[in-house]
């Protein structure tokens, strides 16, 4: 396979990731904290630390030229997601080498939802 495809759910200083290729989740709680009372990521160094470490592991073994992550926050979203936070969300999984990002703010996705919104992304 020459792309991994990874969808990432951000929950309060947890990160949850499903390589869809695979089929395997990944989850990891941040140390240190990286949320704040009023933002989802508080502290960017310590979120795009975490996540890199994570999406290590959800790259297994095996080569890919290229991966692709679907990064969906789930919590903290009153009045939906603001320019700079889809920013934010975006720049931490261009931090982790991803080749391709969509910033997703909705329902919970499928696997075949999660390659369908990476392709029209």
């Given at each position: 396979m020459f792309k991994r495809t990874l969808y990432v759910q951000v929950r309060e200083n947890r990160f949850d990731i499903r390589n869809i290729g695979e089929g395997r989740s990944y989850h990891a709680t941040a140390s240190p904290l990286f949320s704040h009372p009023r933002m989802l990521v508080?502290?960017?160094?310590?979120?795009?630390?975490?996540?890199?470490?994570l999406v290590v592991q959800a790259r297994s073994a095996g080569f890919a030229l290229k991966t692709e992550i679907l990064i969906h926050p789930l919590e903290k979203l009153e009045g939906g997601l603001a320019q700079i936070e889809s920013r934010l969300f975006r720049e931490l999984a261009l931090g982790t080498g991803a080749s391709k990002v969509v910033v997703w703010s909705g329902a919970h996705l499928g696997d075949a939802e999660v390659v369908a919104k990476l392709k029209a992304g």
């Open positions: 508080g502290d960017f160094t310590a979120a795009e630390a975490c996540l890199k470490r």
